[in-house]
């Protein structure tokens, strides 16, 4: 692994496309400086220039070097938190340049725990953009195979790991402003964010900045899906007449073409989402119904992941 890290670094710094694990899902990388490397991401995914990247770090001190304002819950959340599933957005500096900012005048930082990716980092010694190893608004990629099949050219190395742990994208809060915001919830929860900031966090505002996942259809299958509530869902699937897929916590139902059983514990179903839902959208079913997750904080990200996928 290594020779294969290293490998990967070469590539990044000589403006290459190199997908990679995290802790949360793969994400597609390029030198953070290299605005051409970057624009090469951006027509790769086919992203939207205005749609800011996330950048990563080895380290906190380093990804900090991109903010130029650090605030003291910054610090606070960083220590607890990183190397982890959490985005922080601050006020940019310098080295965030539009290319990766959308233009805005903050920026996304991150520190990934997992292993391959902080090897990576470290031998980079750099800011690596990098969002999730999918076409724009499409399922994020949490193994191998799903980064080969979202891009079968135009990579120049895909880093070989498991599957990813946690399966659904990082945590973003904003610490643009005084007023501190949760603007994608994630792994990290909200209850957890505010014991250490010790105070209440805002849901996000219309004058929030733009950033990955913001948009209302996304991390989508390419066959529509409903969300389904679960007293709805009997009644649903008798109405359909053409093949349907079901995504639900149930035993399946001989009626159905194709039916995943998800797991009842809320870490359990993210790192099985974007799989299942792979697997359902291959099925050549007309819809997908997914059965809605409970109402309580536990399914937060969850649900946030599937009311975007059902647009």
Partial sequence: MNAQIRRAAEILRAGGLVAFPTETVYGLGADASNASAVARLYAAKRRPADHPVIVHFAAAEEAFSFAREIPKTAEALAARFWPGPLT???????????????????????VPSHPVAQALLREFAGGVAAPSANVFGRLSATSTA???????????????????EVGIESTILDLSSAEIALLRPGKISKRELEEVL?????????????????LERHYAPKTPALLVPPHALDAEIAKRKAPVAVLAFSRPDERVDYWIRMPREPRAYAQRLYGALRELDGAGCETILIEAPPETSEWDAIRDRLQRATG
């Fill in 146 to 164: 799903h980064v080969k099949e979202e891009f079968p050219s135009g990579v120049d190395l895909i880093l070989e790991a498991g599957p990813s």
């Fill in 198 to 214: 010790e105070t209440k966090i805002k849901s996000k505002r219309a004058s929030s900045p733009r950033h990955s996942g913001g």
């Fill in 88 to 110: 922080l957005i601050l006020k940019r500096s310098a080295q965030a340049k539009d290319f990766i900012t959308g233009g805005q005048d903050t920026v996304g930082l991150r």
